[in-house]
């Protein structure tokens, strides 16, 4: 347990640009932060290493891309993926939205499944230990 006496100090941002950066997670070996950023006008998946240097973007869709999650060996993302029409800096709760998988250093993502849901459905980590199933929260029958 820690004890803390007086104020709690907060480290420095490691990004600073104009819009929302969210959503961020470090990868398995801890070198990496992945996260989303709205800061190119859509809402994209980013990478930079956990310093805060070079920021990568790792998606550059029509989607509005949210809450990467790295697989336990650290070779894939999966991430929630809202329709063209859903604002950026928005991540309502039961929309339609796409669950996709790409690999981490980028390349075409891969819908796994389709469903209503949004906010709330993946937004902590999901995989399992082994690597083989992501859990998510699904608002369809």
């Known amino acids: ?21 969210d959503g961020s997670e470090y990868s398995p070996d801890g070198k990496h932060i992945y996260f989303n950023s709205a800061r190119t006008g859509k809402m994209q998946l980013w990478r930079m ?4 240097k070079e ?3 790792l998606t ?21 993926s809202y ?3 859903v604002a950026a800096d928005d991540h309502p709760f039961y929309q339609h939205v796409y ?15 389709y469903f209503y849901g ?3 459905s993946i937004n ?12 998510f929260v699904s608002n369809s029958d």
């Open 60 to 80: 550059d869709d029509a989607y509005n891309n949210w809450f990467p999650h790295i697989s336990p060996d650290g070779k894939w993302i999966v991430f929630l």
């Open 99 to 113: 669950l996709r998988k790409m690999p981490v250093s980028g390349g075409k993502p891969v819908v796994i499944a």
């Open 124 to 135: 902590t980590p999901s995989w399992s230990p082994d690597g083989k199933k992501v859990a």
């Open 83 to 85: 329709p063209p029409e």
């Open 49 to 52: 290493k956990s310093n805060g």
């Open 55 to 57: 920021q990568v973007q």
């Open 1 to 21: 347990m820690y004890k803390f006496s007086g104020a709690v100090k907060f480290a420095n941002p490691l990004t600073d640009s104009e819009g929302l950066d």
């Open 118 to 120: 949004g906010q709330g």
